[in-house]
């Protein structure tokens, strides 16, 4: 089956600054990369996805970045803000009504 | 957007009863619901997979006759964890899947067990 690693665990950033969230996964068949915020005892939230036919996807300040040939995603959030701490997961699906292979998460702490 | 509702928010029950928890797409069909277990800063776990009408799917290591699973319709699915103990505490959450890949999340339900 499909393996997520998500790195880093843990990441703190000053607030301005960018921070750089990085995916890989194992399955080539893999076409959906969703990326969710979690505040504490909340629902994660969709805040970006991207689909394989596409290299890079971008909404305001945050964006993601695919290399297929390499099996690895990453999410960049530009001039963070302190609402941007949270835990953020990474996940990869194959296809519609397939499971999502979740990411480890990384907390993101950005200081004011 | 697609809205997707579980009750209750939180349960607290004694060691040996039985809870369920709903989980309900409000504005669309969902043709497969997800329910996962997140144990405190560790990721969701995904327990099993259900389609309208047809038995779920079990991950690994989830016993089917501990988590019951009911997919009765496009709007409904419910889990009911039977004979609760200390162990099963944490947060279930739900999520529904209609025609597209994504996946909408129910906010949780925090299960303590005494």
């Known amino acids: 089956g499909e393996n997520v690693e998500q790195h880093p665990s843990t990441l703190s950033v000053q607030e301005g600054d960018s921070a750089v969230i990085k995916c890989t996964y194992s399955?080539?068949?893999?076409?959906?990369f969703p990326w969710y915020k979690q505040e504490l005892g909340k629902r994660p939230q969709l805040i970006i996805d991207i689909r394989s036919n596409v290299g890079e996807k971008k909404d305001q300040r945050i964006a993601v970045t695919l290399n297929k040939t390499a099996k690895h995603f990453s999410l960049h959030i530009t001039e963070t803000q302190p609402e941007d701490s949270a835990v953020y997961f990474c996940?990869?699906?194959?296809?519609?009504?397939?499971?999502?292979?979740f990411g480890t998460g990384t907390s993101l702490t950005v200081i004011p | 957007g697609a809205v997707v509702s579980q009750h209750p928010s939180w349960v607290i029950c004694k060691s040996g009863t039985s809870v369920k928890i709903e989980c309900r797409s409000l504005d669309f069909q969902a043709t497969t619901m997800f329910w996962y277990r997140q144990f405190p800063k560790q990721s969701l776990m995904l327990m099993a997979t259900?389609?309208?009408?047809?038995?779920?799917?079990?991950e690994q290591g989830v016993e089917k006759d501990k988590f019951l699973i009911n997919h009765a319709s496009l709007t409904l699915s419910t889990l009911t964890v039977t004979s609760a103990h200390p162990e099963d505490s944490s947060f279930y959450i739900c999520s529904a899947s209609g025609f597209s890949v994504e996946q909408f999340f129910g906010p949780g339900t925090r299960l303590t067990v005494l």
């Open positions: 259900s389609n309208e009408g047809s038995k779920a799917t079990y």
């Open positions: 996940a990869a699906s194959i296809k519609k009504g397939n499971q999502f292979y």
């Open positions: 399955d080539s068949a893999s076409n959906y």
